[in-house]
């Protein structure tokens, strides 16, 4: 392996980084060969090892990965019992000879038959008293028994034995007899063993099955740090390996652990993770047989209150977020949240105050943010302005992906400009929002109970259909009773003879267009509105002040418009300065309650009316501001909320219309007040706001010429105020985002994490595995890589780089044979995976391995991964079979035989993004994706 810049300290590479160059070759891939070492009293036929995860690894994955020449962790997220339980039925999946074949005695019943058929998978029973036999229990004479049954009645009785385990003698008495099972006797007719010819047909069919000395398949199972019950338990039942699993080897638990298991047990030890040359000697030292590299270190964090844009542009704390949730990204497209980190945090958080952000952003000082970095002097930066030395480019880079620590005062972070899509014209139908309501071809019922102009009649129609008063007056109301065949009736009999049922107006408008009258009340809604009143009774209410005379009445007007409803009041409220618009009409406010959340700090807008074209945008600003704005201060218009979601939608309202918002969070005047938000339209924007939203409006020209947002067709440029470095501890949260890798916080355009977000520490893979190839290599101790593997080619380049086999989880869930469930999604299927540091694997049984062994209420953990669904792959076999080809390729392409001949004749060399942009299918729309090649 030849590579000078590799000797860098200060470079780190991982797989994506390099490639392996081509060199001449005689080698053809078929003829590749995989071995390699596990441990060195280990072999495997390929480098391939399934990871100690719950939902990659148990019995089945460990079996199948042994009869395709490689290896399984059994993971530890089970009681140790069952743990060993696990391990029992891989040794006993195959032999070569059965050598303690599980017996039941001729007075035993079914229900213990069937127990230790389903506890160890098996099917065949041998019958024994005292060790001599005297029948056998097969599946066959099992298939209609019942619990009461005993083995003597169902047993067979006359079996063909055999005196030895030679392989062609068995094969001969099981072909001749036609049977399937050969057990073993002695000249005392004890038994010693059993021969199936299932072993005997896998012996064929997989030839490159790892077994040990009595023909067994190979398997391992993952132990916590002093955990020696689980370790006990694990060596009895003739484990191969045993995986010391943590997620930093280097530290003082593990290597005791290492040291005590070796002293006690004669078994193999696998023990990990490190990333660096000392981390593996201290391993080495301590008696690892083979040492597991990698250590997923962390890198981007923000606290646990920045606001996250979701996709109907309403906000979200980032500690609320959730997997699956979408999300608005720094090219404005919504993608998808595919990971959440959360994680104790102590060190440096960047402060950073900017312009036009709701509040304060903190952040880790490592963490990506897009931005323009000034390379000029603060005080022309606080004289001249950043839009001067925006438009300059010798002074700055342009835009870019900026670690926040980097930045200063007077540099620039962004947002996303949206412009306004084409919507159709959008019409309501009420009845779709109110069902239990009657309605015809125009009007529905508007329910003003109380308004019947005969209710002496009611008694009448009661006798007449042998009902109650009450009921009579529920339908005479419009309100369905249970009994649907009653109501029909009765509405029957009351349209024959014209019956009067309530006072007009009693209906409302069923149709309502979404106008500009409709959108201008929907903005003095969420400015004033709410609803109040009885399940059936409710009120739609507007709170003005009692001298905003003009507003009671345009709201009474808008109502009357567009749902032809006269009977609105104004009700003035004499100890307070203020009144209320009242609408008496349960479908008008039952509409209204369900098109919008209720209640302050939730109020947002329905995401269909953020799509309207501008005049209809226009006037719902209008009504919202004429609400709840103020257009006086400063040659500012403003609106308040205490909702953050409403907040960032009338934010992004007034981008669409072409302005430049600002968010600014106010302090709260007292500590049982909610936080307000402040959305702002200053400078020149001002002026424009004025002439477009109120244009018969008389106002004073804001003459300010300091620009400290601006925009250009992408985005929206805010400059950064203050930034404040402080030493603390806290709370870190990160998220991964498809595609366009990036989401917004606090309004800020900030980099997806990749895989190092949590703790801050770690090495790239590649640089990791060549590190510890120092030690191991030295002393001659197998290095497995373990993280950083998304397809075949990555495995070439870990095993040129050093390692002798490497250890996949991704990869190898979602197939037939991993645990978790199958889930059915979009006509697709998937099976359900985790990381061992989810919150919900920490739950189980792995929060030893992220040294929190000790909490105990859920709420405490700290997840160091995550929980999702996987595409479902199908076999094991069929993706060994893609990954082992895709590696013999490579080799083939390096002129290597052999592993041992890949570490010394591949030679690397680094790429570029652009490079490995172009390593990838680009310029094309991928419709069918290879067995080996996925981008999701």
Not at 557 to 567: A, C
Not at 587 to 592: D, G, N, V
């Amino acid at each position: 392996m030849k590579f000078s810049e590799f000797s860098e300290k200060t470079l780190s590479l991982t797989f994506d980084d390099i490639l392996l160059l081509p060199a001449y070759s005689d080698v053809i891939p078929k003829d590749v060969d995989l071995s390699t070492k596990l441990t060195n009293n280990i072999s495997l036929h390929i480098p391939l090892v399934s990871s100690a995860m719950d939902t990659v690894t148990e019995s089945a994955t460990a079996k199948a990965m042994a009869r395709q020449g490689g290896i399984g962790i059994i993971h530890k997220n089970m009681t140790p019992e069952k743990q060993a339980e696990e391990v029992i039925k891989v040794k006993r999946a195959e032999y070569w000879m059965i050598t303690n074949p599980i017996t039941v005695s001729p007075t035993d019943s079914m229900k213990k038959v069937f127990e230790l058929r389903e506890k160890f998978g098996v099917s065949t029973f041998p019958v024994t008293i005292r060790k001599k036999l005297i029948g056998i229990l097969t599946k066959r004479d099992m298939r209609y028994a019942k619990e009461n049954d005993k083995v003597k009645n169902l047993m067979t009785k006359k079996i063909v034995t055999a005196l030895t385990d030679d392989y062609e003698n068995a094969r001969k008495i099981l072909h001749k007899n036609k049977i399937e099972k050969l057990p073993i006797v002695d000249s005392k007719r004890e038994l010693k063993g059993l021969i199936t010819i299932k072993d005997i047909e896998n012996k064929e069919k997989n030839p490159l099955a790892n077994k040990d000395s009595k023909g067994r398949l190979l398997v391992g199972a993952a132990v916590a740090i002093k955990d020696f019950k689980r370790v006990k338990l694990l060596v009895k039942a003739e484990t191969d390996v045993l995986v010391v699993d943590t997620a930093h080897g280097h530290s003082k638990n593990v290597i005791e652990t290492v040291k005590q298991i070796k002293k006690e047990f004669k078994i193999q030890i696998i023990a990990g993770n490190v990333a660096t040359k000392k981390g593996a000697e201290a391993l080495i030292e301590a008696g690892a047989d083979a040492i597991k590299v990698g250590i997923g270190p962390g890198s981007i964090c923000l606290e646990k209150d920045a606001l996250i844009t979701m996709g109907d542009y309403t906000a979200k704390k980032i500690k609320d977020v959730s997997v699956g949730d979408k999300i608005i990204t720094h090219k404005n497209r919504k993608r998808t949240v595919t990971k959440k980190y959360e994680k104790k945090y102590s060190g440096k958080i960047c402060d950073i105050n900017v312009n036009g952000s709701p509040q304060n952003i903190k952040i880790t000082p490592n963490h990506p943010v897009l931005a323009i970095h000034f390379e000029t002097e603060k005080e022309k930066i606080a004289k001249l302005g950043a839009k001067y030395y925006f438009d300059k480019k010798k002074h700055n880079k342009g835009l870019e992906w900026t670690e926040a620590g980097k930045l200063n005062k007077g540099d620039i972070l962004v947002i996303p400009r949206t412009t306004i899509s084409k919507i159709e014209k959008q019409v309501f139908d009420l009845s779709e929002f109110l069902p239990e309501h009657f309605f015809d071809e125009e009007k529905v019922w508007s329910n003003k109970i109380g308004f019947n102009s005969n209710p002496k009649s009611y008694n009448d129609l009661a006798e007449k259909f042998n009902t109650t008063q009450r009921i009579i007056g529920n339908i005479v109301h419009g309100k369905k009773s249970f009994d649907m065949n009653l109501n029909q009736k009765v509405n029957q009999y009351l349209e024959s003879v014209q019956y009067s049922r309530q006072i007009e107006p009693n209906k409302v408008n069923r149709f309502v267009e979404l106008n500009e009258d409709l959108m201008k009340l929907f903005g003095y809604f969420i400015a004033e509105g709410y609803v109040t009143g009885t399940k059936n009774n409710r009120q739609l209410c507007f709170a003005f002040s009692k001298y905003e005379i003009e507003y009671h009445q345009e709201v009474i007007n808008l109502v009357k418009k567009n749902f032809g409803y006269e009977s609105s009041k104004i009700i003035k409220h004499k100890t307070r300065n203020s009144a209320t618009v009242h609408v008496f009409s349960n479908a008008i406010a039952s509409f209204f309650e369900r098109l919008f959340p209720l209640g302050a700090k939730n109020k947002k807008i329905p995401e269909t009316l953020l799509k309207q074209k501008p005049s209809l945008l226009r006037k719902f600003v209008k009504g919202a501001f004429n609400g709840d704005g103020t257009i006086k201060e400063f040659r500012r218009a403003s609106y308040k909320t205490v909702s953050p979601s409403l907040a960032f939608q009338i934010s992004e309202i007034l981008i669409r219309l072409g302005f430049m918002p600002s968010i600014n969070c106010e302090e709260k005047k007292k500590t049982e007040w909610n936080k307000c938000y402040r959305i702002s339209v200053s400078g020149k924007q001002y002026n424009r706001f004025m002439e477009t939203i109120y244009p018969n409006k008389k106002f004073n020209e804001s003459k300010s010429e300091g620009q400290q947002v601006w925009a250009d067709e992408e985005y929206i440029y805010l400059t950064i105020k203050s930034v404040n470095h402080t030493e603390k501890e806290t709370t870190v949260y990160n998220l991964e985002v498809d595609e366009d890798n990036s989401y917004l916080a606090n309004r800020i355009a900030v980099h997806n994490c990749t895989t190092r977000v949590i703790s801050g520490v770690g090495v790239p893979q590649l640089s990791a595995i060549m590190e510890t190839a120092k030690a191991c290599s030295k002393v001659g101790i197998p290095l497995i890589s373990d993280g950083g593997i998304k397809y075949s080619g990555d495995i070439t380049k870990a095993l040129a780089a050093g390692a002798d086999s490497v250890m996949l989880g991704g990869l190898f869930s979602g197939t037939e044979e991993a645990p978790g469930k199958t889930i059915f999604m979009y006509n697709r299927k998937f099976k359900q995976y985790r990381g061992m540091g989810s919150l919900s694997a920490m739950e189980l049984g792995g929060k030893d391995r992220y040294f929190q062994s000790e909490i105990i209420d859920k709420g405490k953990f700290v997840p160091e991964g995550i929980e999702g669904i996987v595409p479902f792959k199908g076999k094991l076999s069929e993706v060994i079979h893609q990954l082992t080809g895709g590696i013999k390729s490579g080799m083939g392409y390096c002129g290597a035989k052999n592993i041992a001949e890949l570490k010394k004749k591949a030679e690397f060399t680094r790429i570029s993004y652009s490079g490995l942009q172009e390593s990838h299918p680009h310029d094309v729309t991928i419709t069918d994706e290879a067995p080996n090649y996925s981008r999701s």
